[in-house]
């Protein structure tokens, strides 16, 4: 049988593709997640990585482990923290964190209403910067995460919509998009978009910073940034332009910084995330609360 340290070892380096980063998550030597997988794969007997100086990437053989192994982890992992759950009730505390200030207004809500609930559970709520949110999530810094869709990501469940919002374009304000009404997604191959970081799952990358237009007209792709206020900055100073929510318009205002709507993009959407094998009973009823919250049922 597999010990525990064996399987969670293979899961971090088979969803990070990097040897550092999964020593991060499981807050160990980089050194001893590489012992780790390489006494792993001499007891099952085949690579389940191939490895060069550039890139790891799963091998076929670590590829079928991981799809077999994924989802039943979870299960069990689930199945225990329920059993742990029954005998502590919801006692204890919940670890919640946000992005941006519109995020944190909705968190300390959906709070109000989980504390009524469940006043013997104490809520602790922390502002997540763009390049920490999945680390931290991953790495059980945070239960649950308020933050934007959409996010595919292994062993990551992403409960419902709560919010969506129009999207706009943020432009230098002497840009000559900001003198006009509202502007086309296609109009983002005449600009630098400004990244994301990398730390961030690719689908919400790809949703907020395509790399073509819908008509397929490539996007200049510009510096990634990993707070949003160095995206301001950047923007600022005419180094680019970034697609945000209509609520930066409110709380993010800046004489440098004008935004445009983009009339014909679809909305943006917020909701929790939270680990599959994080799913107690106390994250759960977060989750309903904060659903109860944005349908108006408190």
Known sequence: MLERHELEAFLAVAEELHFGHAAERLRVSTARVSQTIRKLERRVGVALFNRTS????????????YGDLRPAWDQIVAAVNRAIDAGRGFA?????CFTGAAGGQLLLQATEVFRRRHPDCEVHIREAQLGE???WLRGGDVDLALA?????????????????????LAVPVGHPFARRHAVSVEDLARV???????TLPQSLRADRTPDTTPAGL??????????????????G???????????????????????VRLHDAPPLHWGLLWRADGATAR??????ATHALASGDR
Not at 192 to 198: A, E, F, H, I, N
Not at 237 to 259: E, I, K, S, T, W
């Open 133 to 135: 949110l999945m680390p």
């Open 218 to 235: 490539p996007i200049p792709t510009g510096r990634s940034a990993a707070t949003f206020h160095e995206i301001l900055t950047l923007i």
């Open 283 to 288: 994250v759960r009823a977060f989750a309903e």
């Open 148 to 168: 934007t869709f959409p996010v595919d990501e292994p062993g990551i469940v992403t409960g419902p919509v709560l919010v969506s919002e129009a999207r706009f």
């Open 92 to 96: 204890g505390t919940l670890r919640v």
């Open 54 to 65: 550039r890139r790891v990437e799963l091998s076929p053989a670590g590829r079928a482990l």
């Open 237 to 259: 100073a005419g180094l680019g332009v970034f697609p945000v929510g209509a609520n930066a318009r409110r709380y993010y205002a800046r004489p440098d910084v004008a935004y």
């Open 192 to 198: 630098t978009v400004l990244q994301l970081p990398d």
